[in-house]
């Protein structure tokens, strides 16, 4: 079983003003692209992994042949990663939350404008390349976290529903080192019906 490269579910144009259609043709086809094609030839190595899901593979992270678990772990959450990322997004997001995802911010960090600004401080303070995450704890309640590089929070047992990719290949484009400009633009684009629906699913 080899990973395929998900279309965009929207043009490369359609985010615009707010990320580029240069860069998301880059991040998605150079980018994303290149990730799905170095795990599919780690795996390649492997084939008693070949039935295991991309889900599987970064939760079993420790169970992965030492040769090729480094690889996994980048390419891997690289392609998870970035699959999740382009749903979160819409060129119809924006706003605040409701239904369950805002009954649970409410309930886990006070008030939505609380995780906001918790959520973006901790994608301004994340040192080199990496994602902010909001994830899912076994207790179902929301956390946190911030990850160098492609790691993911399903290698910490937790389940992730909205990510937000502060590697400069996201940004630099229309940013350059502004990365506070471009975290404040990401939310006039967050699709939270669909951060919703991941919640639900956990």
């Known amino acids: 079983m080899s990973f395929t ?3 965009l579910p929207y043009p490369f144009e359609a ?5 580029d259609a240069k860069t998301m043709e880059i991040h998605h086809d150079k980018h994303h692209g290149t990730y799905v094609a ?5 795996l390649e190595q492997a084939p ?15 169970e992965v042949p030492e040769a090729i678990r480094q690889a996994v772990r980048n390419h891997g959450g690289g392609t998870y990663n970035h699959d999740l990322f382009w749903n979160i997004l819409s060129p119809q997001g924006g706003g605040a939350p409701d ?16 995780f906001k600004e918790q959520f973006s401080q901790g994608a301004a303070n ?22 160098p590089n492609q790691d993911n929070p399903l290698s910490q047992g937790l ?16 940013y350059q080192n502004r990365r506070t400009d471009y975290i404040a633009a990401f939310w006039n684009l967050i699709n939270w019906k669909q951060v919703e629906k991941n919640l639900l699913k956990v």
């Open 5 to 7: 490269l998900s279309p």
């Open 99 to 114: 239904g369950e995802l805002g009954k649970f911010i409410a309930r886990d960090f006070g008030s939505f404008d609380a």
């Open 15 to 19: 985010l615009e003003p707010y990320i």
């Open 48 to 62: 008693q992994l070949h039935e295991w899901s991309l889900e599987d593979l970064l939760r079993r992270l420790s």
């Open 126 to 147: 994340l040192f080199g390349s990496g994602w902010q995450w909001l994830a899912v704890t076994p207790e179902k309640k929301l956390k946190l976290l911030a990850l």
């Open 159 to 174: 389940v992730p529903i909205l990510g937000l990719d502060v590697w400069e290949h996201a940004y630099y484009l229309k």
């Open 38 to 42: 170095k795990l599919n030839a780690a």
